[in-house]
């Protein structure tokens, strides 16, 4: 399976790069024998609707689609690319399921953005992000509150997201809309391309 994996990544000019699930121990192993490092680890956080905290604000603003102000705060702050631009505009205007946009504006401009789809009665949650100028604010729980609102009225009876293990302040942010369950762990194995 590695061989077929890392001659694919070859024929695209590409390192191979592996996700692994904290329940796949056996891969690291191999992976440490072939010369992958680790890099980054993300956690996947669950909670029942009825476990989440409830924060009603007229100052976030849901919509079904994102607006073009949406998309460009969301760019900006992720420092998105012209190749990711297109990619996250299409990935956004293909999901399936009953989608949510969210943002909080400071001094006439977006400053916090999420969006949220539900799936067979799960709100998942994606794209968190808060401009940096606008930080320890409270504007991300605000529009991640507005997406679970959203999803209460909506009839959504549990919510889930992942979040970045080493980001401290954005588990403290989950953990205080009460999402405590943790799910699953996961990282990556990235082999570097010979020179």
Known sequence: ???????????????????VPGIAAEMETALDRRGYQTEGGSIHLHAAIDELAEFRN???????????????????????DDADRRIFRDMTGLIAGEK???SCERYNEIAAVAYGVIRDGLLVV????????????GLGRRTVAGLIDWARRAGASAACLQVVADNTPARALYASLGFRRELYRYHYRRKAIAA
Not at 58 to 78: C, I
Request: zero cysteines.
């Open 1 to 19: 399976m590695l061989d077929a994996a890392e001659s694919f990544y070859a024929s695209h000019g590409q390192a191979p790069l592996f996700r």
């Open 58 to 80: 007229e100052q976030v603003a849901v919509s079904p689609t994102p607006s073009e102000d949406w998309l460009e705060a969301r760019f900006h702050m992720g420092g998105y």
């Open 100 to 102: 949510a946009f969210a």
């Open 126 to 137: 994606e794209s968190v992000g808060t401009d940096g100028r606008f930080r320890q604010q």
